[in-house]
């Protein structure tokens, strides 16, 4: 085995002995397995007075099995040697195999840098059994995503899923979506998306009533449609509840087997490692490339604060003003009723001894601090201006007595900031609680009413877990009520548009679901299969994140079957998860969600964050907030995962809580570059991440990142828009090769191998468990 580093298409100096092509028997000690008799089998065979501690067929056959890889990597050699005319190393033989065929490719030129490669027939560092069961395990686990993500219309990584899909025959072979863009017009294409001027921003299409009836079938909405006097349910596939836990707990037992946690930790030590060679030899060579851009630098680049809340999303300086203003030029509006008699602003501030001049920031006391780390009770009654639930009411609430007037405007003036700013984006959560049937049709009225929105903003619902609360305060019966408060008025809107337009149209400005709460709640984290289904949970306690996760997830499902069929815009799942508490939180996030917020415990968790790699999951990490309420900032791992190359971006949670200036997205990369040292690079990657996890509409990511965006490696990058240099969309992209290929290769074989080494004994490569990949059956 051998490291080397490959320039411009020639063998560097530096390069030592290159095994990878060499057939077994060269010096290199791991390719010993010569086709003669083998020099040296580590954990094979004791010392030599010993007796071998495994039957001689099966060294035979491992034998056999590596010569076949030996040959295989040979194979492979040759098809890179050949690919886009030069050598660049083990990354792109998968690439030239599974290619779909493009026109366009002529017009990609692979950047010249400094490569990394690992040579040698074992790269992986550990015992063949264990890169057979390790990669038996990974590959089902993104067979298990590919599956769920699917199924709910969300998107999953497509090279991942070109690799998953290569192993089972039958599926379709094209399905990436293509965009194609020629070239010559890509010059053309504005960076600044066109904004008509008069448009009605809540224009939206406006299909035909269904007439389906909605009903609930264990926890799951399900539509169904009278034909002759027969009810009949309209076949929208989902999960069952049944297969979920079955496949969860499939899931837990894998993160809990020991070689595949070394493996996946030898894994990751290595794409760290591999990342500061990377660096070492080619960060010259990046900053060249973004300073040769003309007019592009990271202030004019586009960025999405993909992880904000908007109750929080204004500093507390904002707030503040924003209070004063609005006490001095709106005294006497009634705001509120105080035990059923109207109350004015004036009179709320008189009743607690209040006036404009008192009020400071230090007395409106929102700010987090060193009081409430691992305090979530404490940093959630900062949500309280002055500690007064009355002032959040008032100001930071939709649902009030003046149905959120000042809430709307306060809202739109952190929207203008952000027009102004004029790159910056964010995706706002608001909050449905499930308490009440009407709360969806009281903040779309908030938002159609006040007009609320903006080019720069995209809303996601944060659901809150607070069924406990409901239930002690006798609001609702059972974890049924719940759901239906959240999911009925959506199956019935979308049913018929006309029955409520305006949340109709606020619906299209909505990308997705969001759940919330503090993680480290005790709970059971694993779900037991006799599970009671929501209308018999009618327990105090509150169901676990799993559940919650769980029917957020399969309605989604149903739901967004039936609005694609209507032509109308589809939901994406993006819970807080692994913020605290269980790890299994991630466990459900993997298989849920089309991405997650904070994914802090990912650290703790070599498999999972291995798998969090492969699938291309991106994380909106927040270390500011995570500093002030769960881990230190100088612990918080996103230097690591970022060099390792998971996805992440930088997103502030809550700036009302945890940032001091009016830009609190530029605050919170500020203070990650000085205290990781981040490069330019390392910056305009993470912005570039923010709107790839973004739920803002395809064309306008077109404007920003560049019309072919979503084609993979240097192809889908434009460095005119996003300034990030191609050697690292390359570096990227070549890594993730090489990772996926070391994993299904390994499979591939040992499918071929099973075959043939069944007639001298019982297969030893086989699944560890029965592959159920048929959809769920209703
Ligand atoms: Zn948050």
Redesign the pocket.
Known sequence: MSIRGVQDGSRSPMMITDSFFDDGGSESPTSAVGAEAPRELPNELSAPYEVPQFPIEQIEKKLLIQRQLNVKAAECGQSVRSFAGSEVGGALEEAARFRIPDDDEVDVVLPHFQRVAISGEDTSGVPLEDLQQASSYLVQALEIRKRYMEMSQQSYATITARFVRNMDADAPQNHTPTVKVPKSHIADHIVHPPFKENKDPWECPNPDAKGYTIKSDRGVFNLYRQEGGVESRVPYEYITLTQYIQDMNTMCNMIADGPLKSFCYRRLSYLSSKFQLHVLLNELRELASQKAVPHRDFYNIRKVDT???AASCMNQKHLLRFIKKTLKNHADEVVTLHKGTPMTLKAVFQSMNLSTYDLTVDMLDVHADRNTFHRFDKFNAKYNPIGESRLREVFLKTDNYMNGKYFARIIKEVAFDLEESKYQNAEL?LSIYGKSPTEWAKLARWAIQYDVHSNNVRWLIQIPRLYDIFKSNKIMNNFQEFLSNIFQPLFEVTNDPNSNTDLHKFLTHVVGFDS?DDESKPENPILDPDVKIPEEWDDEENPPYAYYLYYMYANMTVLNHFRKEQGLNTFVLRP?CGEAGPVQHLVCGFMLAENI??GLLLRKVPVLQYLYYLAQIYIAM?PL?NNSLFLNYHRNPLPEFLARGLCITLST??PLQFHFTKEPLMEEYSIAAQVWKLSSCDMCELARNSVLMSGFPHEMKQYWLGPNYMKEGVAGNDITRTNVPDIRISFRYETLLDELTNIFKIQQCATIFSTEVTSLSPPIFKWPFALDVAAAQH
């Open positions: 992880h904000i809340h959560r919330v807080h917020s904070h927040s907030s949670d809550d």
